[in-house]
């Protein structure tokens, strides 16, 4: 069993639609990481987020960490489809070592 | 360029046939971490290291081992490889302890055949 539950798994929707995405468990972590991977690549950090409660907005993405630190979701406005991509939430464990990884959420954003 | 380099990037091999993957950084990281990725699982740690000659397990060490005789790079040795091992398996590497980002390797697709 996955210890960070990801859904939805799979998200088609046309252009300019918003969309959410949650990663949820019954741990706490020290952090929580979105990364984003494109067929063929490694995943590239999007955004870290740390205090509970805390939101984080990057152009049309918001992000934001659950009050205890164990949940998190991803909100983007507007979809293009260059949001077309795999989308990877990663909690980090009490010191930073360790990191769990949720099942990702393929996004296909039609044109 | 910062980066994170993996070799090969494709190996097919046959079952018990010992293998190197290699994993080396040009950003003076102190950490560094394996990982495999399999379909509807996301990623998974394998094992990962704070530093020079210190290295621990992840979620899944069984069947691999590691080694960090230098900063820049984390070797993934499977000894005995066998069919459950076939994966697609990133490197990644971040300054340290702490809510720091993880530059990934491009991966290695591992067939054991």
Redesign the interface.
């Known amino acids: 069993t996955?210890l960070?539950e990801?859904s939805p798994?799979f998200l088609s929707i046309q252009e300019g639609e918003n969309l959410t995405v949650y990663c949820n468990s019954s741990s706490v972590f020290?952090?929580l990481?979105w990364y984003r991977q494109e067929p063929?690549?490694?995943?590239?950090?999007l955004v870290?987020v740390?205090t509970g409660g805390e939101v984080k907005k990057l152009k049309r993405l918001t992000f934001q960490f659950g009050d205890a630190r164990k949940d998190s979701s991803l909100h983007i406005t507007a979809a293009q489809p260059g949001d077309t991509g795999l989308y990877?939430c990663?909690g980090?464990s009490y010191?930073?070592?360790?990191?769990?990884?949720?099942?990702?959420t393929k996004l296909n954003v039609k044109p | 360029e910062a980066q994170v380099t993996q070799n090969p990037r494709y190996l097919i091999t046959v079952t018990g046939k010992k293998l190197t993957v290699t994993c080396s950084q040009n950003m003076n990281h102190e950490y560094m971490s394996w990982y495999r990725q399999d379909p509807g699982l996301g990623l998974r740690q394998i094992y990962y290291s704070m530093n020079v000659e210190v290295t621990d397990k992840g979620d899944v060490p069984e069947g691999y081992k590691v080694s960090r005789k230098e900063k820049r790079n984390f070797p993934l040795i499977l000894e005995s490889p066998s069919p459950n091992q076939t994966s697609l398996y990133f490197c990644a590497s971040s300054r340290g302890q702490g809510p720091y980002e993880q530059y990934f390797g491009p991966g290695t697709r591992l067939t054991v055949t």
Do not use: D, M
Request: aromatic fraction near 14%; hydrophobic fraction near 35%.
């Open positions: 996955q960070l990801q798994q020290s952090s990481q063929g690549e490694g995943p590239v950090l870290t740390v990877l990663a980090a010191n930073f070592n360790k990191f769990y990884f949720g099942s990702g």
